[in-house]
C-alpha cells in the first residue's frame, strides 16, 4: 500500500524548486509552527521529554525541565543519566539492553532532585519507517513525567474509600469460601451430639470428628486472616531482614503450583546478602502475589527469572517472565483496586503489592509487552530512613 506524504514532506520535497523569496516564507511558516508546538507543549502541566537514540535530551517542555531540575542549556543537547540520573536508571539508561526489550514503560517512583517529590513515568519508543524500506528504526524515547506528589499523600484515604465501597465483592466471596469448612463442623458436631448421648459410644469415632472439627476451624480462621489482610494496611514491623531468605520461602509455597506447570525458578544473585529493613511476613505477601502472577502468565514447561542487584539508594529484585504480558492500555490500571484479567482474581493483589511497597518507602516497576512477557521490578532502600512526601501543598 502507498504511503500518503504528508503536505510537510511535499514541500520538502520541492526545496530545490524554491526560489529565495518562497523559500524564506517557508522556513518562517515552518517556525511559527514550531512556536505554537512549543507554545501549547509548555501549558501542559505533565512533564515532556525526547530523547534521542543516545539518551540525550532533545526535547523538554518548561514542567519537564523544572521536574528534572533542567536549566535552559544554550550549549546544546546534555545526557538524561547526566542531569536526571534517578530517572534514567529507572529507565535501564544506565545500563545495555537486558532480557526482554519492553514496548512502554510505566513506573512510579521517588526522586530527591531538584526536590524531593514522587513521580510518575510513561515512556513509549519513537520510531519511523525507513524510506523505501520496511523495517521500522528506533530513533528516540518519548518521556511524559506526572507529578503526583499530592495524590500520594492522598492515596490512604483514596485506597480506604474504594473498598469501602467495593467491600461488599469480597466478603460475596469470603462467604462462600466459609460455607464449606462450616457445614464440615456442623455435621461433625451432630456426630459428636450422637456419640455422646448413645449408650454404645465409640472413642475413635468422637475423635476423628473432633480431629476435623479442628482442622476446620483452622481453615477459618486461614480465610478471615487473608481477608482482613486485604482490607487493613498494617504497620509494618521493620527488622534487618535478607531477601533472598523471603524469596526462598516464598518459592517454596509455589512449590505445588511450580510443579503441576513443570516451571523452573532461575535465581541470579548478583548481592551476595541483600538486607534491608523490612517486615518479613509483608514482603513474603509481595514475592507471593508477584511470583503467583508470574506463574499464571505463563505456560508450562517454561521459566521464571529472579534477579537481584544494587543500585546507589536501592537494593532491587526482577521477577522476569515470559508469559502474556500486559497491553499498553491495561498497564496503567495494574495497580487500581479491584482491577484484575483473571477470571477468579479479585483485583486487590497488586493493590496490596503497591500498599506494601509504599510503606517500605521502596518502588515498584513494571515493564511488559504482550506476548513476550512482563519484568517486575521490586526496588528497596538500601538505609533505614525512609523518605517522606512534601509537606507543602503548593506543589506546582
Known amino acids: 500500500m502507498k504511503t500518503s506524504k504528508s503536505p510537510l514532506d511535499k514541500v520538502l520535497g520541492k526545496l530545490d524548486d524554491l526560489d529565495e523569496v518562497n523559500l524564506g516564507i517557508l522556513v518562517q511558516r515552518l517556525a511559527r509552527e514550531r512556536k505554537l508546538l512549543e507554545t501549547v507543549f509548555d501549558v501542559i502541566r ?16 518548561i514542567q519537564g525541565k523544572r521536574l528534572i531540575g533542567l536549566k535552559d542549556n ?19 539508561l544506565d545500563q545495555g539492553n537486558e532480557g526482554m526489550q519492553a514496548e512502554v514503560i510505566v513506573r512510579e517512583m521517588e526522586i530527591s532532585y531538584p526536590e524531593l517529590r514522587y513521580i510518575r513515568l510513561y515512556a513509549v519508543p519513537i520510531e519511523e519507517t525507513v524510506m523505501n524500506k520496511s523495517q521500522n528504526m528506533k530513533i528516540g524515547l518519548a518521556i511524559i513525567i506526572t507529578d503526583i506528589t499530592q495524590d500520594k499523600v492522598s492515596l490512604d484515604q483514596r485506597i480506604e474509600s474504594e473498598k469501602v465501597s467495593s467491600i461488599m465483592d469480597l466478603a460475596a466471596g469470603v462467604a462462600h469460601e466459609l460455607g464449606n469448612p462450616l457445614n464440615s463442623i456442623n455435621i461433625h458436631l451432630q456426630v459428636l451430639k450422637r456419640n455422646f448421648t448413645s449408650e454404645k459410644n465409640n472413642p475413635e469415632k468422637t ?31 521493620f527488622k534487618k531482614i535478607n531477601l533472598l531468605k523471603i524469596i526462598e520461602e516464598t518459592v517454596h509455597l509455589k512449590k505445588d503450583e511450580l510443579s503441576a506447570k513443570e516451571i523452573n525458578i532461575s535465581m541470579e544473585a548478583g548481592v551476595r546478602e541483600p538486607i534491608i529493613n523490612g517486615d518479613f511476613e ?5 514475592f507471593f502475589n508477584v511470583i503467583g502472577n508470574a506463574i499464571d502468565a505463563i505456560s508450562c514447561n517454561s521459566e521464571i527469572r529472579i534477579l537481584t542487584g544494587r543500585e546507589d539508594r536501592f537494593v532491587f529484585v526482577k521477577i ?15 495497580f487500581e483496586p479491584y482491577y484484575t484479567t483473571k477470571k477468579s482474581g479479585h483485583g486487590i493483589g497488586m493493590m496490596i503489592v503497591h500498599r506494601i511497597m509504599r510503606d517500605h518507602g521502596g518502588e515498584i516497576g513494571i515493564d511488559s509487552k504482550p506476548d513476550a512477557g512482563t519484568i517486575v521490578t521490586l526496588r528497596f532502600p538500601r538505609s533505614s530512613s525512609r523518605g517522606r512526601l512534601l509537606e507543602s501543598s503548593n506543589t506546582v
Open 46 to 61: 505533565d512533564g515532556i521529554l525526547v530523547l534521542d537514540d543516545t539518551g540525550m535530551i532533545s526535547y523538554a517542555n
Open 74 to 92: 544554550p550549549t546544546g543537547q546534555i545526557s538524561l543519566l547526566r542531569v536526571a540520573p534517578e530517572i534514567a536508571c529507572a529507565l535501564g
Open 282 to 286: 509483608q514482603l513474603k505477601q509481595v
Open 320 to 334: 522476569i517472565d515470559h508469559g502474556s504480558g500486559i497491553n499498553k492500555e491495561d498497564l496503567s490500571k495494574v
Open 207 to 237: 475423635k476423628k470428628s473432633l480431629t476435623t472439627c479442628i482442622n476446620e476451624v483452622e481453615r477459618l480462621d486461614g480465610i478471615i486472616a487473608h481477608f482482613l489482610k486485604a482490607i487493613r494496611p498494617q504497620t509494618p514491623d
